[in-house]
């Protein structure tokens, strides 16, 4: 069983530019969480993917966007980079939808450092 | 409103000392999943449990052990005779039982285990 990959590994971008993150799911999951995690905090959701719609979504701009292909993988955008944007970007795959019954399985997260 | 509390910002223990983990959360729903993960330094997150609102039963899996009380709304997570292997950032996370989809994960607790 393949586990849940992100790429990049790290990632420096300068203010006002944009950023494309990929995420690869566990195999057999249908659903792609995105989660930003500042230093020293906990994750914080920033939407969700089920068979390629946005299923939910955080307290997060427009210029953050995403997009899930057919194969379930998984891409998050971010346009006119802030310095507050500097964070821990994990993807998480689960299986389903709607609920938290099913739990997610994290990627090692792709570290984006704003100049 | 969802929310998760972990007071414990850091915590020190010695090698073979037991530890326990505190998580309050409120929630206005009567069907909720809980779960716990740990981050290494890596920064993978890593799932180790997952608790329906239903199921207050208290689980030991190993060294690992957690008690559920709704009364008290907290979900405490215990390892015993800890090891240096137990260094990480542990972080507690509520999720909708039937509707949303995100996780609201606290702000974690960094515990030390020195040889």
Redesign the interface.
Known sequence: ETGVTQSPTHLIKTRGQQVTLRCSSQSGHNTVSWYQQALGQGPQFIFQYYREEENGRGNFPPRFSGLQFPNYSSELNVNALELDDSALYLCASSLGGAGGRNEQFFGPGTRLTVL | AQK?TQAQTEISVVEKEDVTLDCVYETRDTT??L?W?KQPP??????LI?R?SFDEQNEISGRYSWNFQKSTSSFNFTITASQVVDSAVY?C????????????????TSLTVIP
């Not at chain 2, 890596?42 to 799932?47: D, H, I, P, Q, T």
């Not at chain 2, 949303?100 to 606290?106: E, I, L, R």
């Open positions: 998760v909720y999943y779960f993960y890596s920064g993978e997150l890593v799932f997952r329906n972080f996370a509520l999720a909708h039982g039937t509707t949303g989809n995100q996780f609201y994960f606290g702000t974690g």
